[in-house]
C-alpha cells in the first residue's frame, strides 16, 4: 500500500536484501545434469557432497532448473515432450494386447532384465552393499567410484541368469548378445513351455539393449521384444520391485570385497519365495 501510495504501481517482485544464490551458476547446473544423467539414482546428498554444496541447494536447482522429479528411485523428467508420451502409451497398448490375446498365459511367457549397481554412496559398492574403505572426498568421488555391474534374468518363477561384469569389460552388445545366448539355453532347460509359446523379453533402452546386433540377436533366438519407452522405469518390474528392496537389504552393511557382497546378494535373491518374483 504505501508503493502505491508513492507511485509505484509495478506489479513485479522487486529485488530483496539477502545472500544471493552464487551457487546456482550454469556451471553447476551443468555438472548437476551430467551426475543425474550417469547415475539416475544417485541422491541430492551425494551430489552435494561432490560438489561442496547445501542439500537444499541441489534440490532447488534439480527441480526447479534442471525440472526433473524422482520416479520408482530414478530422476526424470518431470514433464515429457509430446513424443516421448506417444512412444509410453504405445508400450503400454503392446503390453495390453499380448494380455488380451492371451490372459492366462501372458505372465508365464514374460522374461524381463536389467541390470544394477548403486551409485548413490561413494564407497566401493555394489547394488547398495557398501564396503569397509575410506570414502574419498569431494571431486575423487566421481574418479574413483567402483562398481560390479551385475546383469538379471528373472521371471514370475525366480531368477534365471545373474551375470557380473568383468573388470576391465564393457558392457556392449557383443557381451549383452553372449548372455541372450545363455538365457535361451537355460529357458530351454528350466522353461521350455515359453520357448514353445514365444518368449515375451522385456528391457530398458541402455545403449547395449538398443543397438542393432542386439535386435539382430533377439530376432535370431525367437524372442519377442516388447518395446520400452524412454523415462518409465515404472514400467519395468526391476526398477519398481525387484532391486529397491535388494537394494534396502544391503544398503549400510560392510564387504570387505566384491565376491562377499555377491554372496550375500544371491543368498537374498534364493531365499526369496516364488510369490515374491509372481
Same mark, same amino acid.
Given at each position: ?97 499380448? %494380455? ?122 525367437? %524372442? ?55
Amino acid at each position: 500500500m504505501a508503493q502505491f501510495k508513492h507511485g509505484d504501481f509495478s506489479t513485479c517482485v522487486a529485488p530483496r536484501p539477502g545472500r544471493p544464490k552464487t551457487v546456482t551458476t550454469p556451471e553447476i547446473v551443468d555438472q548437476i545434469h551430467e551426475l543425474i544423467l550417469e547415475y539416475r539414482r544417485i541422491s541430492a546428498k551425494s551430489i552435494a557432497e561432490q560438489l561442496g554444496i547445501s542439500p537444499e541447494r541441489v534440490g532447488s536447482i534439480i527441480h526447479e532448473d534442471v525440472d526433473m522429479g524422482k520416479l520408482s528411485a530414478k530422476w526424470v523428467p518431470k514433464c515429457l515432450n509430446a513424443d516421448q508420451k506417444r512412444q509410453r502409451c504405445q508400450a503400454c497398448e503392446q503390453l495390453l494386447e499380448f %494380455f488380451r490375446r492371451d490372459p492366462n498365459d501372458f505372465l508365464s511367457r514374460l522374461v524381463t532384465m536389467d541390470e544394477i549397481y548403486d551409485p548413490e554412496t561413494k564407497q566401493h559398492q555394489w547394488s547398495g552393499g557398501i564396503a569397509a574403505h575410506p570414502a574419498p572426498k569431494n571431486s575423487e568421488c566421481k574418479n574413483l567410484l567402483q562398481k560390479v555391474l551385475a546383469s538379471i534374468f528373472w521371471d514370475q518363477d525366480g531368477i534365471l541368469l545373474i551375470d557380473y561384469l568383468q573388470k576391465g569389460q564393457t558392457n556392449s552388445a557383443d557381451y549383452y548378445s553372449s548372455l541372450l545366448v545363455q538365457l535361451k539355453g537355460i529357458l530351454r532347460d528350466k522353461r521350455r513351455g515359453k520357448i514353445t509359446k514365444l518368449v515375451l523379453f522385456l528391457h530398458d533402452n541402455a545403449p547395449a539393449h538398443r543397438a542393432l546386433a542386439t535386435q539382430k540377436k533377439l530376432a535370431y533366438l525367437g %524372442f519377442q521384444w516388447l518395446d520400452h519407452p524412454p523415462y518409465s522405469p515404472d514400467l519395468v518390474p526391476s526398477d519398481y520391485h525387484l532391486f529397491p528392496r535388494l537394494e534396502k537389504q544391503l544398503k549400510g552393511r560392510n564387504f570387505s570385497s566384491d565376491a562377499e557382497v555377491i554372496a550375500a546378494a544371491e543368498t537374498w535373491l534364493g531365499g526369496q519365495p516364488s510369490d515374491f518374483f509372481e
